[in-house]
């Protein structure tokens, strides 16, 4: 399978170095120091089994890859408007876009375009990649695996095993149910832990709860999870946050089924930085918006009261802004 990941960073350097031992023809579209590292050196994946470096083609330059039989985009969720148009020379009418990140996605209400795409604030980002992007070719990918770029070139897998959630995929559109269930053979073939689902609407949700009960926290005390976690205080808080994204989730009409207890349980075993502290950490901007924003709108057009995801959203934001307003030496 021809395949690009377009943003090969942390999940997609895991994906395009899995997907690259499983014999795909796989092309990486990233940038700067990443790229320089990757065209030197390839692209080296540390797993708790063992560290491989890779030669993958890696360009910056999309409209110089070959249209492609599937594009996993894994896009930061404030750079996605703008890769938009680029995606165009690597797309055939057929070819199936997954788009994987965190938050509330863009395609999230692509079978209903109504108001709460513009509560939710998604209606940019949709709207620029509906002129490009078929909706029918639209899957949906959450990823549960941790991953984190150690430095440039360098991706580091925490765990890759079934209890972490692996990767699930599933259908933006009704009509795009069997693309989503090949690719996740494909990739299941490739080592990745992967599967299908015919909704994958609650699986969104049930990330959401994970990040916003996980990222917010460690951006405030800059501790990994499996020490963040230590602290009763922030179990609390974590868990009471968590409820507060399942009753949102019940009012959009997605009643999911999720363990708080189980979740910290599992969060609170692996020593890792989750992706909103390192943002903070690297000095980009943090996916406030899908990941705080977006829910705490819904809850508050649906009468939900979210009064820790509000104060939880305000703090970190005002972390960010504390960090961006750093006097210079």
Known sequence: MKVCIYGAGAIGGYLGARLHGGGHDVTLIARGAHLDAIRRNGLTLRTPHDTRSVQIHATDRPAQAEPQEAVFVTVKASGLEPVAASLAP?????????????????????????????IAGLSPVADAMLRVVRPENVVGGVMGIPCSVLEPGVVQVQDESA??????????????????????????????????????????????AANVGSGPLSVLTQAPLNVLFRNPYCC????????EIIAIAAAMGC?????????????????????????LLAGRPLETGVL???PLNLARHKGVPAPILEMLAELTKTRALARSDQPQH
């Open 236 to 243: 609390r808080l974590r868990m009471l946050v968590q409820r």
């Open 163 to 208: 209890k972490m959630g692996g990767l699930v995929l599933g259908a933006a559109s009704a009509r795009s149910n069997q693309q989503a269930a090949e690719l996740a053979r494909r990739l299941s073939e490739s080592g990745v832990p992967a599967r299908a689902v015919d909704d994958i609407r609650p699986e969104v949700w049930k990330k959401l």
């Open 255 to 279: 009643h999911i089924e999720y363990d708080v207890k189980k979740s910290l349980q599992a969060a609170a075993s692996v020593r890792h930085l989750p992706s909103m502290l390192q943002d």
């Open 90 to 118: 690597l797309l055939t009418p057929r070819t199936p876009v997954v788009f994987i990140g965190n938050g509330l996605p863009w395609w999230y209400f692509l079978e209903r375009r109504d108001e709460e795409v513009k």
């Open 292 to 294: 705080l924003d977006a």
